[in-house]
């Protein structure tokens, strides 16, 4: 999908570049990964794609994005709604809980990684911001338009990320525990599991007791 929405070129569509690395994380083999290329550029079904976006709340108001790819908006749009309303949220208007949240490419490293090394190789590869987890695990934030640029020059320098992502984190966190903590993840698995949906992001954080 990343390669029929922007093109073949690894080079030049930053989405496709992402959906590389990971098929090569996960030990994917070369020859499928350029098969699914070409089938994307092709459009080898003929369906027509569009990315939509979706917003809404769950339980207490938390913020909730949902990413979805379809051919189909009507059937998405339902079936993403329905999934709110069964599970105890609402779907909200664009640009309704985005705003809480931030565009930026993501590394974290593990714990027990040079910190000082890290930063200065980070700041230098151009990222925002780096920060210590309480578990002693590094994240290092940068603009989502620069992290493949980023993540060569961490990987240049000899640091592996655990994760590397581009995501939408939110500014700030509400926890959830208890029965609501069980009601929301409900909603978010709900939602995940529809097939027309790519991501989904929140603030709420469902504490496990």
């Known amino acids: 999908m990343a390669a029929r929405l922007g093109g073949g070129d690894v080079n030049s569509n930053p989405r496709l570049r992402l959906a590389v690395d990971k098929a090569a994380d996960a030990n994917m083999p070369k020859d499928n ?17 569009e990315e939509i976006r979706y ?42 809980v985005a705003f809480m949240f931030d ?18 190789a980070a700041l230098e590869a151009g990222a925002n911001d780096v920060n210590t987890n309480d578990d002693g695990s590094i994240e290092v934030l940068c603009d ?8 060569d020059a961490l990987e240049a320098a000899g640091f592996k990320a655990e994760l590397a992502e581009v995501t939408m984190k939110p500014q700030n966190e509400v926890d959830f525990t208890g029965e609501d903590a069980v009601k929301m993840q409900k909603l978010l698995d709900a939602l995940e599991n529809l097939d027309d949906v790519q991501e989904v992001y929140t603030n709420a954080v469902v504490v496990e007791e």
């Open 144 to 151: 989502w338009q620069e992290f493949s640029k980023v993540k």
């Open 103 to 120: 565009h930026v490419g993501q590394f974290l490293f593990a714990p027990g990684t040079s910190e000082d090394a890290l930063m200065e």
């Open 55 to 96: 917003e809404g709340y769950g339980i207490g108001g938390a913020a909730i994005i949902v990413d979805t790819l379809t051919d189909n908006r009507t059937r998405t749009v339902a079936e993403v709604r329905h999934a709110f309303s069964k599970f105890g949220g609402n779907m909200g208007t664009d640009g309704s």
């Open 33 to 49: 990964v350029k098969r699914a290329i070409d089938r994307g550029v092709g459009g080898a079904d003929g369906a027509n794609y």
